[in-house]
């Protein structure tokens, strides 16, 4: 039981990680119905800059900060303001001349991007390729274990990884149903054009998307780099795949759902390796795909997602 | 020559007609693009192949040109065949490189294990054929099992469902099961099923793989390797024939982004369940594969796969298969079977993609998981897109250019990818339709003249989002 | 609008690229005849990017770093060395294209890979070039043998392989540490990992040792390991093996630490790497791993080494870089690699191979090399422990 519990944590752990970067793959997916593959190396480059600024600002090491939160906040502040900017880049020079095109060519300049991050990212006067220590002691005692009851253990970095997810998705749902520019956003996500006729600036409202999307996606990096301390320029390859499938999982556009798909695809990965015998680890990568292609079969909607009839 | 027709590319139509009449299949048109897709010119242009590759060894090339020449080879089988999947039949696959996978392993492994300088064409035929009916026979069975239990629906509507949650049931219940004990229950027929299938397997081996190797050795020695190399170059294109039918029958229901990353999502699984495999060799992968791709093989291949995709896509069916892409439900109203025409073109790109494999196998002699990843099914959709969706001469240009291209950079190292990722945005924008944009370098047979390119215009379902 | 300016121009702007492409191929091509009257060219291919591009890097770093000090004593056979690195990507085609393009430009001898599937795409062109080919770190027995029997000649490597360093890491852990019960995390896409799993698996069934669980992991991809260690406390194990590299072990320790799991972790060559002390802090003290070399031996080759890279190589934080495993393979290789230049007095593959081949005892700094009939170094291992933040010297196992 003890064991089950423990797995229980893991996976939810885990799964708010996936949860995290979701939300933000949700948001950009509803408003223009494009896979933003770049999403996950925006989430790269948002944990990048917070260590890249981190060492600017003589961070490094965490000793000598006298104070670690407002350190924490200053790096955090530049990695939101980077990724916000690369955003809003990205969707004005890469998407924005591809809107009335099809979308496959949106896809293919959204690979276009994503590679250019990578490998600009390996390149020695940006990142470097290798992977680097990232100062997880800036969000002090991350590490330390928050309670221990009868051999479960709860570690802080779990418990703030998990209210800072739930946090964002209640204040992106009283941004998205409660505010004007929430209202706007959800029309355009619901008929572009019909949007556009009732004096809706698009424009605005999509860079607004992606501006809000890459900063959510930073935020998720600097966690994820704050609880897996180890980073490098490829670091968003798998976590940007996963999250989609978390994504679809809950019904892509679905800001709740995204969050309950990353925590399911999370418990389903971790109770695969804990219960399918010794090959079950090593087809935790598989198991994603898997419950991906069995939920676009049975109900590609997903879990929360509205029913959309294909018009002709 | 007429403005409409001609593109900033030098138009078929403007050169001289071919030498030769070319059979009336395929003569509306004349022009040398013609004259190479007509029948006579197929056993023409592969002697030529043959030709030229023995030119290509006995001159002193750098062995570096010679590969970039194949690798060349090698993206150009796999463009033209993913093609007709994206650009013909509008499916939008990201998981090539899980099929080629497929067809390289297929071929790599039975010519590891059963004919080692290529020897053994029967005993690899046999190899094939055996693991082809097992799969069939467990494929038959399952689909008659599911078919039966659709039929109860008739005794009450929620029967299949219960039905068929109880059989999962059966199975995991099974598989734990077997997994503890070395002898499974008497109800494990699940386990049980497998385990005869097994024993099919071995003992088609035990009983024919010797008198194979015997009966090979009476085929004359010369047309030996030959031989085998068009077995295993069948069975991998089966092979992934088999895994293109298996994975496109329930996927292509799913649509555009969707189906792209269900694909992507299958190419993955195909590639962690061959990378946890020891047989396979897992991460290593298998090594010690003879090699027998030459250029004459490669290009023989690349042409002949040119040509099946060619006829096929400018065909009645490939036009049933373009109209499908075009509007679905208007195709459908007309009587056209959507579902069939989409998994046929699936199927038969899967194929051509498995030959792509063999042969990938058959040359680099060893192959390795990390090599089918999610980045060579990127590499191949950039491709075909660039060349411009539904352009077969498009692709192959793309092929060549985007093979070249990375190697040609290689004196900026440290920039090329990064110059490559620009260029591939940078070409995006300005030219949207790729780089034929739908169009041939030369005419093809059917012409659609009322329609303009179908591909340059959204589609209505795309614009109302 | 089929022909409006814009699609000439991209269509144009595509076919300028095909055709710079084509030209630039051919003008590197005839570049290569460099002036072989006054250097030798050695090539290196190496995975400069993509998902392995750790190795690559530390291993060229290595190479240069011996290259200068080569260079600065005047080179080898009256000539200045220069190493030519391609990077592959970390994909295995991309290797062999390398490999042909620096054999077609003039190398005489080649240095590479790390990673084994890649040194065993790249040995056959090696042989059939008839160029010796020398790996720094690939430990793999399949990439100096040839499965068909065919012998490879002209493949050497310059570190010991994987069954000698299971087999000692699996005696060391059973007869130093007399532990009794173990498990395993391994990376599963990774031959290397899978490969010491085997090995030191076989070696503790042959010692009559448990095994209680045995769990894996993606390398490069994984970061969270919580629940294969969950299910390793359960099982109630003395020590676990982790045959990945240090970006994982870093982090499998911190986590394991989390969940109370409180028992040494044992590891292979792949740890070397001051980042498994920085990712792991606390975590990783008490720790054991097999390596080629302790930085904290006193022998002169070790300390020229470990004070010339910090003195060549900064970090990107701008302190100075510790090397890891492939940094010293790679110099270790480099150096092999003249000295059998300058002992076969020519430039020529057969050679080379020969002199290759007949090394005994060339004192590198991860011990001295000997290279036996199979092609692969014999020479001793080294077990640190971790110890206050830093590696520690806990014992030499001679093979």
């Given amino acids: 039981m003890a064991e089950f519990l423990q797995q229980l944590i893991n996976g939810l752990s885990i799964g708010s990680i996936y949860a995290l970067i979701a939300v933000g793959y949700t948001m950009v997916y509803g408003v223009l119905q494009l896979i933003n593959f770049a999403h996950g190396d925006i989430f790269m480059v948002g944990a990048m800059v917070a260590l890249v600024a981190a060492r600017t600002f003589g961070f490094i090491p965490v000793e000598n900060v006298s104070h670690p939160w407002l350190a924490l906040a200053a790096v955090t502040a530049v990695s939101l303001l980077v990724c916000g900017g690369l955003g809003f880049a990205v969707e004005r020079l890469a998407y924005r001349p591809l809107r009335d095109k099809p979308r496959i060519n949106s896809l293919i300049t959204a690979i276009g991007v994503s590679l250019l991050l990578e490998y600009g990212g390996q390149h020695k006067k940006v990142f470097g390729p290798t992977p680097q220590p990232f100062p997880a002691d800036l969000v002090p005692g991350a590490s330390t274990q928050l309670f221990a009851i009868g051999g479960v253990v709860v570690s802080q970095i779990d418990a703030i990884v998990l209210v800072v997810t739930l946090f964002l998705m ?10 004007r520019t929430g209202l706007a956003l959800r029309a355009v996500s619901h008929r572009f054009d019909t ?11 999509i860079s607004f998307t992606f501006v809000l999307g890459s900063t959510l996606a930073a935020m998720a990096g600097l966690l994820y780099a704050v609880k897996y301390p180890s980073v490098n320029p490829l670091m968003g390859l798998l976590p940007g795949v996963k999250a989609f499938v978390a994504a679809v999982l809950g019904g892509i556009g679905s800001i709740t759902g995204a969050v309950v798909g990353g925590l399911v695809l999370g418990l389903v990965e971790v109770m695969v390796v804990g219960y399918m015998g010794p090959s079950g680890s090593q087809y935790k990568d598989g198991i994603a795909f898997v419950v991906l292609i069995a939920i676009l079969l049975v109900k590609p909607s997903g879990l929360f997602g509205r029913n959309a009839i294909e018009k002709v | 020559m007429p403005s409409k027709k001609s593109d900033i590319l030098p138009h078929a139509d403007a050169l001289p007609p071919a030498p030769l009449p070319a059979l009336p299949v395929l003569s509306d048109k004349s022009g040398w693009g013609q004259a190479l897709l007509a029948n006579w010119s197929i056993p023409v242009v592969l002697l030529l192949v043959v030709a030229i590759g023995y030119l290509l060894e006995k001159a002193n090339i750098k062995s570096y040109y010679q590969r970039i020449l194949i690798l060349i080879g090698f993206n150009i089988i796999l463009a033209v065949s993913l093609q007709l999947i994206n650009g013909f039949s509008g499916q939008f696959s990201l998981g090539h490189a899980g099929f080629m996978a497929v067809g390289a392993y297929a071929a790599a492994y039975p010519a590891i294990s ?11 035929l046999l190899y094939l054929v055996s693991v082809l009916l097992v799969i069939g026979i467990a494929a038959g069975a399952l689909w008659g099992i599911l078919f039966l239990i659709r039929r109860t629906r008739l005794a009450h509507p929620a029967l299949p469902g219960i039905l068929l949650l109880m059989l999962a049931a059966w199975l995991l219940v099974d598989w734990a099961a077997t997994a503890r004990s070395d002898t499974p229950p008497w109800w494990a027929v699940w386990s049980r099923g497998v385990a005869a299938l097994r024993g099919l397997f071995g003992w088609l081996t035990s009983h024919g793989q010797p008198g194979a190797r015997t009966l090979s050795l009476k085929i004359p020695e010369i047309i030996r390797q030959p031989l085998c190399m068009l077995v295993l170059l069948a069975g991998g294109g089966c092979s992934a024939a088999v895994a293109g039918l298996v994975v496109g029958l329930p996927t292509l229901r799913l ?3 969707y189906l792209a990353i269900a694909t992507l999502g299958l190419a993955e699984i195909i590639r962690i369940a061959i990378q946890n495999s020891e047989p396979l060799g897992g991460a290593l992968g298998l090594t010690g594969i003879p090699k027998a791709t030459t250029f004459a093989w490669l290009y023989g291949a690349a042409f002949l796969t040119t040509i099946a995709v060619w006829r096929l896509a400018y065909s009645p069916r490939g036009r049933a298969i373009v109209a499908v892409r075009d509007n679905e439900i208007a195709a459908a109203s007309v009587g056209i079977d959507t579902t069939r025409h989409k998994v046929l073109a699936f199927t038969i790109g899967a194929f051509f993609a498995g030959i792509a494999g063999a042969l990938y196998a058959l040359h680099e002699r060893s192959v390795t998981p990390s090599s089918f990843g999610v980045q060579r099914s990127i590499e191949i959709v950039v491709m075909v897109t660039l060349g411009g969706l539904g352009s077969i001469s498009g692709a192959i240009l793309a092929a060549v250019v985007l093979t070249i291209l990375p190697e040609a950079l290689r004196p900026i190292e440290a920039y090329r990818m990064i110059i490559y990722s620009l260029l591939l945005i940078g070409m995006m924008l300005v030219r949207p339709q790729g780089l034929l944009g739908g169009r041939e370098l030369w005419p093809r047979r059917w012409r659609p003249n009322r329609s303009p390119q179908p591909v340059d215009r959204p589609r209505v379902t795309e614009v109302t989002r | 609008m089929p022909n409006s300016i814009f699609q000439r121009l991209g269509a144009l702007l595509f076919l300028c690229a095909a055709g710079l ?8 091509g005839s570049s290569s005849s460099t002036d072989s009257a006054t250097e030798i060219k050695i090539g290196h291919v190496a995975s400069l990017s993509g998902d392995t591009a750790t190795f690559g890097v530390s291993a060229d770093e290595g190479i240069r770093l011996a290259l200068d000090e080569i260079n600065a004593t005047g080179g080898v056979l009256g000539k200045k060395i220069n190493v030519v690195t391609l990077d592959d990507r970390s994909l295995s085609e991309e290797a062999k294209t390398a490999t042909q393009r620096l054999i077609d430009d003039g190398s005489i001898a080649l240095l590479g890979e790390i990673a084994s599937s890649r040194s065993i795409a790249m040995a056959p062109i090696a042989q059939e070039r008839k160029i010796p080919m020398l790996s720094p770190g690939s430990t793999n027995p399949k990439v100096t043998a040839d499965p068909n029997g065919d012998p490879r000649d002209y493949i050497f490597r310059a570190c010991f392989i994987d069954p000698f360093q299971g087999q000692a890491i699996a005696r060391f852990a059973l007869e130093n540490l007399k532990l009794k019960k173990f498990a395993f995390l391994y990376p599963v896409n990774s031959d290397y990992g899978v490969g010491l799993r085997n090995f030191i698996g076989e070696e503790l069934k042959r010692q009559g040792a448990q095994v209680l669980a045995d769990l894996s992991y993606n390398e490069k991809s994984d970061v969270d390991f919580r629940s294969q260690l969950t299910k390793i406390k359960n099982a109630n194990v003395d020590a676990i093996f982790c045959t990945g590299y240090y970006q994982e072990a870093g982090l499998i320790a911190k ?30 003290e008490g720790c054991f791993f097999s390596n080629h070399y302790s930085p904290d031996e006193d022998r002169p080759e070790v300390k020229k080494f470990v004070d010339g890279y910090r003195a060549k190589y900064k970090n990107p934080d701008g302190s100075r870089k510790v090397p890891d495993a492939m940094a010293v393979l790679g110099y270790d290789a480099m150096k092999l690699m003249a000295d059998a230049i300058s002992r076969a007095k020519s430039t020529e593959g057969a050679k080379i191979r020969d002199a290759l081949a007949s090394t005994t005892n060339f004192p590198g700094v991860a011990g001295p090399v000997t290279i036996d009939a199979n092609h692969n170094a014999k020479k001793s291992l080294v077990v640190i422990e971790i110890k206050n933040g830093q590696f520690t010297f806990k014992t030499r196992i001679n093979p």
């Fill in chain 2, 114 to 124: 059963y004919s080692a300088r290529l020897t053994n064409p029967l005993g690899v």
């Fill in chain 3, 21 to 28: 492409s084509l030209a630039s191929c051919d003008r590197s």
């Fill in chain 1, 170 to 179: 209640l204040t992106l749902s009283y941004i998205v149903l409660r505010t």
């Fill in chain 2, 255 to 257: 649509r555009g982004d």
């Fill in chain 1, 195 to 205: 949007a556009a006729l009732m004096g809706i600036n698009t424009d605005r409202i």
């Fill in chain 3, 255 to 284: 986590q394991a630490r989390e969940l109370g799991l409180n028992v040494p972790l044992i590891g292979c060559d792949g740890w070397d790497s001051d980042k498994t002390i920085q990712v792991g802090g606390k975590a990783v």
